[in-house]
């Protein structure tokens, strides 16, 4: 069979929309910028990270430490009181509030550039209340990155997304509820054809956690080029929610931020990995103001 020219243009365009792009260093170098002089914390964004149960509290308290370390100009973490001494002994930049009082949340994140919720918030009914009162408070000028328990929490209760810019950040399980691919059948091909079906039209990133995580935008889809197994330990997740809190509230190009956060996560893991067996979170986080000198542009 002899293609007519316009169908062989046809499979070449579907081809290119399929493939999807290496993230490589490069996106550094597009995106992590030398600080101007005349700047002060406001310029590098405000974010409030939600979640940490009274079991989870290391969760957030991980994420906490990424958005810090990236260089966000001012970081509260909204969380259970049983994690306030904790945080401030990891953390003392962040500040705190109680995730039980309602009320004040809803005004503090009227105040933000970017919320994160979902690490380690848990699935109950307290949970399930605050992410309610989050999407019911959210604007479309604010970035929401959601996460971990948030993402199980939507899948399991239908909830409908509010407009404002979402990032999601599931990992394979999570993105089976959320998109109903098996993790059997998560490929670059069935993950995009879900994501095309659910999250393009409203302009949302999916970002596939795996070995060789996909970062799904409205624009393309890319793959991580570096990782390592010594990254597979809890917490790993948690922390690199918080480094793309960090990266959005700071550089401009909200796509470029959450590849370069994903590309610096696992590059600082792999660095750290010539010499350890494994790579703890927080050694993620405290390596990030290093790596992101090395790499400003
Ligand atoms: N120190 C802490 O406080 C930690 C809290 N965490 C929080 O705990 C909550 C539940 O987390 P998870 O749902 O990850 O943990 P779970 O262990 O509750 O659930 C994950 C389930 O998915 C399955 N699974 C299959 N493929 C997977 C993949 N590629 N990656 C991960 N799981 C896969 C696992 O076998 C497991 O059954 C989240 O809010 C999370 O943020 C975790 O991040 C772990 C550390
Ligand atoms: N074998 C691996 N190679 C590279 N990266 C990995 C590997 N295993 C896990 N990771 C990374 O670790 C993180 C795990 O995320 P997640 O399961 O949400 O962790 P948690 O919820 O415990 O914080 C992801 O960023 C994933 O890409
Ligand atoms: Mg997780």
């Given at each position: ?34 600080r101007p002089t005349q700047s002060f914390k406001g310029t590098y964004g405000k974010i409030a990270l939600i979640g940490g149960n009274q079991n989870f509290g290391g969760a957030i308290i991980m ?76 604007s479309p000028t604010q970035i929401l990155v959601v996460d971990g328990s948030a993402i199980d929490l939507i899948a399991s209760n239908n909830l409908s997304l509010p407009k404002t810019k979402l ?131």
């Open positions: 069979m002899i293609l007519a020219q316009s169908q062989i243009l046809q499979c070449y365009n579907n081809f290119e929309v399929n493939e999807m792009k290496p993230i490589t260093k490069k996106i550094l170098q597009d995106t992590i910028r030398i994420s906490s430490l990424g958005a810090v370390y990236a260089g966000v100009g001012l970081t509260t973490t909204i969380t259970d009181s049983s994690n306030q001494s904790s945080l401030h002994n990891w953390v003392p930049e962040a500040m705190y509030l109680d995730y039980h009082d309602e009320p004040a949340v809803k005004a503090l994140i009227a105040n933000m550039d970017v919320i994160n919720i979902g690490s380690g918030l848990g699935t109950d009914e307290k949970s399930l209340s605050l992410l309610k009162t989050v999407f019911a408070s959210v990032i999601f950040t599931p990992h394979q399980m999570e993105w089976q509820k959320l998109s109903g691919v098996k993790i059997k059948d998560q490929n670059e091909n069935t993950n995009l054809a879900a994501y095309n079906n659910l999250f393009k039209q409203q302009g949302s990133i999916v970002v596939v956690k795996s070995h060789r995580t996909q970062v799904l935008t409205p624009t393309g889809s890319f793959v991580n080029t570096v990782g390592t197994p010594a990254q597979a330990t809890g917490g790993m997740g948690d922390t690199l929610a918080g480094i793309i809190g960090g990266f959005v509230a700071q550089f401009e190009n909200t796509e470029n931020a959450v590849l370069a956060a994903v590309y610096t996560h696992s590059a600082i893991a792999d660095e750290l990995a010539k010499k350890q067996y494994v790579v703890l979170p927080h050694q993620i986080s405290e390596a990030l103001p290093q790596f992101m000198k090395k790499n400003e542009a």
